[in-house]
């Protein structure tokens, strides 16, 4: 069944009779496991009370595009970044018209602007305003432009007439919102993940370590759930929580996290190494913490343990996929890097471009495999993530 776990949905509610279903598809939503933020017009309001949508969401629900109080925490363009769906049910012709117009004139259509996340609409309206040659060339435009439409359904409308128009229920909107996620192109397979940096202790108050966010690892983690796949993550030490219905291994060190993933790879069909594991570790941790002395001092380091080649050469080992975080020669250094570590794919980054590197909310990556490579454009970590999936899924 498809599912919105870890999934924030940002549902925009205009003008129309059919905004008393809101409240449902809400609940619907939740159901899936997705987290609902919800955004009014002030039509939708002369309907249904803000109040309403606020008690069954949990959060409070957000009318105006300038509303200083929202500007100061989850503003228009915040709102926009935070969602990973706009759904708008019901979509009435005038907020279709607007939209195809690329109108920003109030917080919806400004959010719909701003917002790089999938766009879904369940139009709502009288059977003649469906009908309508206008409606029908704004629909059309909105599909050229990536929209995705459920509905509308057809019957009985509250003006009495009888035909297409009306709202599809909240079930089959919350269904179809789910769907644009829940691929099923691992369904039934089992994937471990790394990710994160490791921690290599000089002493109890130092270490060495990188600038890993674990970002890229825990979208691939949360890719992978919604291909159906059942997940276990092996992360080092980050500040993101978990994403729901993956198993969490916490460790520190690159030695705890080989010693984990020997423990778990026999149990997996594809292994995903993205953790950003620390070549080299202190050849002695000290029991006490250094003290300060001289101006300049000698630390020994001695090598680590490769976790990916050690995975790729175990025997019956799984699909195994590598990351090559790279400052240049991006694609040489990740193509060797597959050679010689007998890798089945690997995904290539330019980690020296801040705005795509380590700590970012974007990523912008080359796939590469035995005869064939793939760029990905520029986007946020979770869409590359579910791209990185489809391709996992399709050459493994």
């Not at 509610?13 to 905004?19: D, F, L, M, N």
């Not at 040659?133 to 009985?156: D, H, I």
């Not at 001289?294 to 990916?308: A, G, Q, R, S, Y």
Request: net charge negative; charged share 20%; with cysteine.
């Amino acid at each position: 069944m498809a599912h919105l776990f870890n999934r924030n949905v940002l549902l925009g509610v205009s003008g129309g009779i059919a905004a008393y279903k809101s409240a449902e598809l809400v609940r619907q939503l939740q159901e899936l496991g997705a987290t609902v933020r919800v955004i009014m017009t002030r039509g939708a309001r002369e309907f249904i009370t803000p109040l309403t949508l606020q008690a069954l969401s949990g959060h409070p629900v957000h009318t105006e595009l300038l509303d200083e109080e929202a500007e100061q925490g989850m503003g228009h363009i915040e709102l926009a970044r935070w969602a990973d769906l706009l759904l708008i049910a019901p979509a009435t012709a005038d907020v279709i018209a607007r939209l195809a117009a690329g109108r920003g004139d109030d917080l919806l259509t400004t959010v719909a602007l701003a917002t790089a996340a999938p766009k879904l609409i369940a139009p709502a309206m009288n059977q003649q305003m469906w009908r309508d040659p206008a409606t029908t060339a704004n629909v059309a435009t909105l599909t050229q432009r990536g929209f995705r439409m459920t509905g509308p359904a057809a019957g009985e409308q509250a003006c009495g007439d009888v035909g297409p128009g009306r709202m599809e229920q909240p079930p089959v909107i919350a269904e179809a919102a789910a769907s644009l996620f829940s691929s099923g192109l691992l369904a039934g397979k089992r994937v471990l993940i790394t990710a994160g940096p490791t921690r290599e202790a000089l002493d109890p108050v130092r270490y060495i370590s990188n600038h890993s966010s674990g970002r890229m690892g825990y979208a691939l983690a949360t890719a992978a759930v919604d291909a159906g796949a059942r997940t276990t993550l092996v992360s080092g030490p980050v500040n993101l929580p978990v994403p729901e219905h993956v198993q969490c291994h916490r460790v520190e060190s690159a030695l705890e996290m080989l010693e984990k993933c020997q423990q778990l790879v026999a149990d997996c069909d594809i292994f995903i190494a993205c953790a950003a594991v620390a070549d080299y570790r202190p050849a002695q941790v000290q029991p006490q913490k250094i003290k300060k002395g001289d101006d300049t001092t000698t630390l020994e380091l001695v090598k680590n343990p490769d976790i990916v080649s050690t995975v790729a050469a175990s025997e019956n080992g799984p699909f195994t996929v590598g990351f090559a975080a790279e400052t240049r020669d991006v694609l040489h250094y990740a193509r060797s890097k597959m050679q010689r570590k007998s890798l089945d794919m690997i995904i290539a980054n330019d980690v020296s471009d801040s705005s795509i590197g380590f700590n970012s909310a974007e990523n912008e990556v080359t796939v590469l495999w035995p005869g064939g490579e793939q760029t990905l454009a520029r986007a946020n970590k979770a869409a590359i993530a579910r791209q990185i999936v489809e391709l996992i899924a399709n050459h493994r």
